[in-house]
């Protein structure tokens, strides 16, 4: 990071729909581009909201949501619910979602052979609860029969729509896997297994996130100018994927369980426990950034508001009003104590007072499904449990977004650079997936290449962000090109670079390490420190500037005592030293 830091104030807002801009083009077939997802967007590589990112979160959510709700729809089934029409039919209001996804790409026809498909096998998976209820044998196995049938056609249509890009005999098999956990968590629900059915709940949960992973990049490559060339198959993506899967199994599994406390269920310890795995999953999710002692806070305090819940929950079955204010004081208390946290751990990237108004949104929704379905009215009840689903992707945005800027490093790919390794691997890869600098070829970085000055100022300039792809400034120097008048300028006006004429850069003369040090130790205003250096070949001009590098750990000499102040400094060195007062807190 750099000293004069500038915090990230992320939005906690996303979309759950499917059909987003990322989606919007006139109806064109796109398929014939040979476009590839490529490095011409590796400067969106750190990015958590590219289109094909924003892409996957939408086909995973929907899915996953499927998933949990066919679970659960079947769990109604088998226990003559008086909500199971309205379980049904959130079920396939979300089935609707999916296929207007699915006509955006691929017309409307395409969209409705799809929905006509899908909602096949809900009905099929419906039969078998009907004929299991019934103890018809024979009906249950037609059921699976046309189960069978039902993954031979879904496959066959996303071969043929993704032109061979998912081929057929994989989706099959993935299906298969799909359909398995489904009847497994029915099968076990209904024979009184229940840690069992939630075990299988939150594995069907997961698997589909993973088919959405799946069908979002064979989606990308087959249209690379929806995406904007951008890639979803990124440590960024994936980040805000498994954030996004925790954060709205969540609230799912939330909702669910409440019901099951009011009703009093046989299932209601193990519908608990479920939600309460994962919360541990979140937990250590959160442990993996922040370290164990953060990740124990956060349970802490997370595991708290579902205790609030259940008191709720128990206040409500007791018609007990001021156990329920006592509940609702207590959420609110919570809302303060986890928005602090997650403020106090990115750094301010997330400010507490949006993090407040998501929770306090987050709970609204949890409390208004429970109240609907307590008093009847399963309408609202499941709209209730749809937006808290859908709500739940926006924490999972604007944590990944903050956890990706806070820890950059983290979350870098491979270059296409065959030259560089050790050393300057991961600043190489900071400052190329950055748009910080790029190579000298495709394949070859340069790293023992010496810098010009005019190259030099681009990179400095732009790793300082005093530039952007957008700015206009003229500098006063005539020798300066086109593409580097932004970057002297801004540099020239904050006192941080001078030329060697009043009208005259040297833009094109090879910088020294005693001129980098002198310019990155004022562009990133290093500390002052009383700590000399101990090099001998220091001039008066560079001693400060060097000292401060030397003590903030960015420079070393090319001995123990000489820094070569007059060297010239390498593309790999001056890539080095960015990176590292990039990194510096």
Same mark, same amino acid.
């Given at each position: ?5 500038n915090?990230?104030?992320?939005p906690?807002?996303?979309?759950l729909m499917?059909?987003?801009? *990322?989606?919007?083009?006139n109806? $064109?077939?796109h ?10 967007a ?8 590219t289109?094909?990112a ?11 949501e499927?998933?949990?709700?066919a679970?659960?729809?079947m ?9 199971f ?7 396939f ?16 026809e ?20 009907? *004929?299991a209820n ?5 009906? +249950? ?6 189960l ?5 056609e ?10 061979g890009?998912l081929?057929?005999?994989?989706l099959? $098999?993935?299906?298969?896997?799909? %359909? ?5 968590a029915f ?13 299988? $709940?939150?594995?069907?949960?997961h698997? +589909?996130?993973?088919?959405?992973e799946?069908?979002?990049?064979a989606?990308a490559d087959?249209?690379?100018?929806v ?7 990124t440590?960024?993506?994936?980040l ?13 599994l ?7 406390? %009011?009703?009093?269920?046989e299932?209601?310890e193990?519908?608990?426990g479920?939600l ?13 950034v ?13 595991t708290?508001? %579902? ?7 128990t206040a409500?079955?007791?018609n ?5 204010d ?6 609110d208390?919570? !809302? ?12 301010g990237? !997330?400010? &507490? ?12 929704q ?5 109240d609907?379905?307590?008093t ?5 009840a499941?709209?209730?449990?749809r $937006? ?8 999972? &945005? ?7 800027d ?10 296409p650079?065959?030259?560089v ?11 190329y997936?950055?748009?910080i600098t790029n ?14 000055? !005019?190259?030099?100022?681009i990179m400095? &300039?732009?790793?300082?962000e005093? %530039? ?12 300066v090109?086109?593409?580097?008048e932004?970057?002297?300028a ?10 060697k004429?009043a ?15 002198? !310019? ?9 420190t ?8 220091v001039?008066?001009?560079?001693q400060?500037?060097?000292n ?22 390498t593309?790999g ?13």
């Amino acid at each position: 990071m750099k000293f004069p830091k500038n915090v990230l104030a992320l939005p906690l807002a996303a979309s759950l729909m499917i059909p987003t801009a *990322a989606f919007a083009h006139n109806g $064109e077939d796109h398929s014939g581009s040979t476009a590839p997802i490529q490095a011409a967007a590796h400067g969106t590589f750190l990015l958590t909201d590219t289109p094909a990112a924003e892409l996957r979160i939408g086909v995973e959510t929907a899915l996953t949501e499927h998933g949990f709700l066919a679970v659960e729809v079947m769990q109604k089934g088998a226990d003559g619910a008086e909500d199971f029409d309205q379980a049904a039919a959130a079920l396939f209001a979300n089935s609707d979602d999916i296929a207007a996804a699915i006509s955006t790409l691929y017309g409307q026809e395409g969209g409705a052979a799809f929905l006509e498909i899908w909602n096949s096998h809900i009905g099929y998976l419906v039969d078998y609860v009907t *004929a299991a209820n019934a103890g018809d044998q024979a009906g +249950m196995d037609q059921a699976l029969a046309d189960l069978e049938e039902y993954k031979t056609e879904q496959a066959a249509f996303f071969e043929s729509a993704t032109d061979g890009r998912l081929p057929a005999a994989a989706l099959e $098999e993935g299906l298969t896997m799909h %359909i398995d956990q489904l009847l497994k968590a029915f099968d076990a629900y209904k024979a009184g297994d229940f840690e069992t059915a939630y075990m299988q $709940e939150r594995e069907a949960i997961h698997h +589909m996130s993973m088919f959405g992973e799946t069908l979002s990049i064979a989606v990308a490559d087959q249209f690379p100018t929806v995406v904007q060339n951008t890639n979803p198959d990124t440590p960024a993506a994936d980040l805000r994927s498994h954030l996004n899967h925790l954060f709205t199994e969540h609230a799912g599994l939330a909702v669910m369980a409440m019901q099951d406390g %009011i009703d009093g269920a046989e299932s209601f310890e193990q519908s608990a426990g479920a939600l309460l795995a994962n919360a541990d999953d979140l937990s250590a999710a959160v442990a993996s950034v922040y370290g164990e002692e953060a990740g124990e806070a956060f349970s802490d305090i997370w595991t708290s508001h %579902i205790g609030y819940f259940v008191d709720y929950v128990t206040a409500t079955a007791e018609n007990s009003k001021s156990g329920r204010d006592k509940a609702k004081a207590d959420l609110d208390e919570y !809302i303060v104590e986890q928005a602090a946290f997650l403020e106090a751990a990115t750094d301010g990237r !997330i400010p &507490a007072e949006a993090l407040e108004a998501g929770l306090t949104e987050h709970v609204g929704q949890l409390l208004s499904a429970f109240d609907s379905y307590v008093t009847g009215d399963y309408d609202t009840a499941y709209d209730a449990l749809r $937006e808290s689903y859908a709500h739940m992707t926006m924490p999972a &945005a604007g944590l990944s977004a903050a956890i990706v800027d806070q820890f950059p490093s983290e979350f870098l790919g491979d270059t296409p650079f065959t030259d560089v390794s050790g050393r300057y691997q991961d600043a190489v890869a900071y400052l190329y997936f950055k748009t910080i600098t790029n190579g000298l070829t495709d394949t070859r970085y340069g790293v023992d290449q010496p810098l010009s000055r !005019i190259d030099a100022a681009i990179m400095i &300039a732009k790793s300082t962000e005093m %530039i952007d792809s957008d700015s206009t400034m003229k500098s006063p120097f005539t020798d300066v090109p086109a593409r580097g008048e932004a970057a002297v300028a801004a540099l020239e006006e904050a006192d941080i670079i001078n030329g060697k004429t009043a009208t005259m850069f040297d833009s094109f003369a090879t910088i020294t390490r005693g001129e980098a040090a002198l !310019i990155l130790a004022n562009a990133y205003d290093v500390p002052a420190t009383s700590q000399k250096a101990g090099f001998t070949d220091v001039s008066s001009r560079y001693q400060d500037a060097v000292n401060r590098l030397d003590a903030a750990g960015i420079v070393s000499g090319k001995s123990a005592s000489k820094f070569g102040t007059m060297d010239q400094v390498t593309r790999g060195e001056l890539a080095l030293m960015i990176y590292q007062l990039e990194m510096m807190e």
